[in-house]
């Protein structure tokens, strides 16, 4: 009987604690279950908003976002989106049912500024461009771009093109790059995001020349170590089948126009006429006569003893 009492309390307790694990599994699984379900209403754009769109009620609404991946600067109420009845404005576009973010509007108050938008120790510098050099409207903001000069060279009609700025991002356009039908639109102001030093370079650029952008392949964010300065000899490779010319003279060096290499055989030097050896001279009176290389020798009297 004490043996049978033995095997029956070990059961007991291993039954025991097996039931203590089942329940604490049961019991995590619920507590996650109820975690991952929560929610937190934060606000949305019930419309697509553009730049210098002012928020309002009608504008935006609330959803129920999980708990555990609110984004940072969400709103999850009107009282904190407009306090005081303050009006708000979008900075960026806003898509519909995207969460409105600190980021993407101006503060409580304050209209849209593209000074909002600016990383440290950036500028905006509005720069002019047309149909040709604004790559016929399909700039469009966020793009980036690399910034040419044409201008001339002195007091010639000598023109040279060179890569001003690279990689630069562009803030903005006087209009949208695209219309309501899809179209492209050609603008005329771009403003371009630089630091100081390339500000002045785009203010001095566009008084001296014309400006043109380049759109960049997107996430292409390596400048190009080596540009060349591109001169008017440099348009002749068409005309002349291929002909390599010497190397352009690199950006911040320009050098007058350069002629297509060609190569000239070197004067031949006249051949020397080796002169025949000299006769020995005989005894008596003689003459010697020389005539270029050629020397003759005429006796003139008897000869001596």
């Known amino acids: 009987m004490r043996r049978q009492s033995i095997i029956a309390l070990v059961g007991a307790v291993i039954l025991g604690l097996v039931a203590v694990y089942l329940a ?11 975690a991952a379900s929560a929610t937190t209403r934060i606000a949305v754009a019930a419309v697509p908003l553009d730049y210098g ?80 050099s604004g790559v016929a409207g399909f700039v469009q903001p966020n793009d980036s771009v690399d910034v040419l000069v044409t201008r001339s060279v002195g007091d010639t009609s000598q023109q040279i093109t060179d890569v001003l700025l690279q990689n630069v ?3 903005a356009l006087d209009q949208n790059a695209k219309t309501e039908d899809g179209k492209a639109a050609v603008a005329k102001t771009a403003t371009l995001e630089v630091d100081q030093l390339g500000a002045q370079k785009l203010a001095l650029a566009q008084e001296i020349g014309q400006l043109g952008l380049v759109l960049r392949r997107p996430g292409e964010n ?18 002349y089948g291929g002909v390599q010319y010497p190397a352009a003279a690199r950006i911040g060096a320009y050098a007058a126009p350069r002629a297509a290499a060609r ?21 008596g009176n003689s003459v010697e006569i020389v005539r270029g290389t050629t020397s003759s020798r005429y006796e003139v009297g008897g000869y001596g003893n």
């Not at 604490?24 to 109820?34: E, G, P």
């Not at 898509?95 to 500028?123: D, H, M, V, W, Y």
């Not at 001169?231 to 490779?237: E, G, K």
């Open 24 to 34: 604490n599994v049961f019991l995590t699984a619920t507590d996650n279950r109820k």
């Open 53 to 132: 769109t002012e928020l309002s009620v009608d504008k935006i609404r609330f959803v129920d976002y999980p708990a555990s991946a609110i984004p940072a600067g969400s709103f999850a109420g009107v009282a904190t989106l407009f306090p005081a009845g303050q009006k708000r404005v979008a900075l960026m576009p806003i898509s519909a049912n995207e969460p409105i973010l600190e980021t993407k509007i101006s503060g409580a108050g304050k209209n849209a500024s593209i000074a909002s938008l600016l990383p440290a120790g950036k500028r905006a510098a509005a720069v002019r461009i047309n149909d040709v």
């Open 169 to 171: 991002r562009v803030i």
């Open 222 to 239: 390596q400048d190009n170590p080596v540009v060349e300065t591109v001169s008017l000899n440099d348009l002749r490779y068409s005309m």
């Open 263 to 283: 190569t000239v055989a070197a004067p031949r030097a006249p051949a020397r006429r080796t002169a025949p050896p000299k006769a020995a001279p005989r005894q």
